[in-house]
């Protein structure tokens, strides 16, 4: 018999609207062998009615293909008759298409239904794993060595240990969430909302520290005189020994941007590295790489205008509008239509505590300029 709190948590996860501690409780009762049966019927019934393959009138074909399955999994009959027709509707279509029926059950992809609001851990086999903000576990490799451990927003990996080769996961934060990542060296790596990081569960001994960015982090790299840390962002390269700084570049963005804290850090595009290829910087200094041109320029200026997102601010300094928004959106997780394209172009200079309300944000702007809008759920419309 399933719990009834396990059973609500199997349908919401289904349905991608499963709240963190449903998430966990399900992940905890998965630890149970025999339990992973009975989620891997509820997944094959979801794709049955999904994809509406159980309007089938072949009776006879349809209790034949009950009795195989039944005869070839014992535990699928605590599903009704009815979850079963659909079950076999399914399998007839696909044994109409010269698929082969004894297909393990267990193969079904339940990848796709992973919400996208969740934090995601992708391992070196394309296995994707949802993290818990306040979950504890144990980060387990393809071959059952325990690499690391999380620990509420903190993923934590091992020191020690000389791998043969590099095995790399990724860290997928969302809009509306941010993280920290600690890595095999000791380096940490706080990463803001919409970014995603690559790297190596642990570094090779005598070879250079490598990952790979992209979206927004601020980086504490362990000293290390021997192997270098690089950061691949798009196309620039961030080369530091033992520094502090923030690195920023979305998508969407035409630029890379650097803040040095502490330390000195190298940039330069291309796979050479030199003193006539490389812009070093100074603490205090912003590096500024824009794509289209390649070129890099340096500026001095307040770093802490670049890191009070790690503590839950928002600055922003003569910035158009149009930038503010995506920076919205990806901080609050909701999504800003504005239809007024002169508003678009307004620069503006302001601050704000991440737990303030978006009305009480959008006030701010309208004492500058006047403008309406509508909130809707998660969806902003600005007229």
Do not use: C
């Not at 969407?252 to 804290?261: F, M």
């Amino acid at each position: 018999m399933i719990p009834s709190n396990i059973e609500i948590g199997i349908l919401k996860y289904l349905d991608k609207t499963a709240t963190a501690k449903q998430l966990q409780e399900l992940e905890d009762w998965l630890e149970d062998p025999s339990n992973k049966e009975i989620f891997n019927d509820y997944v094959l019934m979801h794709h049955a009615i999904n994809m509406g393959l159980n309007k089938m009138d072949n009776q006879p074909l349809k209790e034949e293909l009950i009795r195989k399955i039944q005869k070839e999994k014992p535990g699928i009959n605590r599903l009704y008759p009815q979850i079963l027709l659909k079950i076999a509707a399914v399998l007839l279509l696909l044994l109409g298409f010269g698929y082969f029926f004894n297909q393990k059950f267990n193969e079904v992809n339940v990848e796709e239904q992973i919400d996208p609001n969740q934090i995601t851990l992708q391992l070196d086999n394309g296995n994707i794993e949802v993290i818990s903000e306040d979950g504890k576990r144990k980060i387990i490799d393809a071959e059952g060595n325990e690499v690391g451990v999380q620990k509420g927003n903190t993923l934590n990996y091992n020191e020690g240990g000389d791998p043969e080769k590099l095995i790399h996961n990724q860290l997928n934060i969302p809009n509306g969430k941010q993280f920290e990542l600690v890595l095999s060296d000791g380096s940490s790596v706080f990463l803001n909302s919409g970014s995603s990081i690559k790297y190596p569960v642990k570094f090779l001994p005598g070879k250079t520290r490598e990952v790979f960015l992209s979206g927004e982090a601020y980086f504490e790299i362990t000293k290390d005189s021997i192997n270098p840390f690089i950061v691949n962002v798009a196309d620039l390269k961030v080369r530091v020994l033992g520094t502090e700084f923030n690195l920023s570049s979305y998508p969407e963005d035409s630029q890379v941007t650097t803040v040095l804290v502490n330390g000195s850090v190298g940039l330069y595009s291309g796979n050479v590295y030199g003193s006539e290829t490389t812009t070093f910087m100074k603490p205090g200094f912003r590096g500024v790489y824009d794509h289209s041109s390649g070129n890099i320029s340096l500026d001095e200026v307040d770093t802490s205008l670049y890191t009070s997102w790690k503590s839950g601010k928002l600055v922003f300094r003569s910035i158009q509008f149009k930038n503010i928004i995506k920076k919205l959106e990806r901080t609050y997780n909701v999504s800003i239509v504005n239809n007024n394209k002169e508003l678009d172009e307004q620069y503006f200079s302001a601050s704000f505590d991440k737990d303030e309300l978006m009305e009480q944000i959008f006030a701010s702007f309208r004492t500058s300029y006047r403008f309406t809008y509508t909130i809707e759920n998660e969806k902003i419309t600005i007229n």
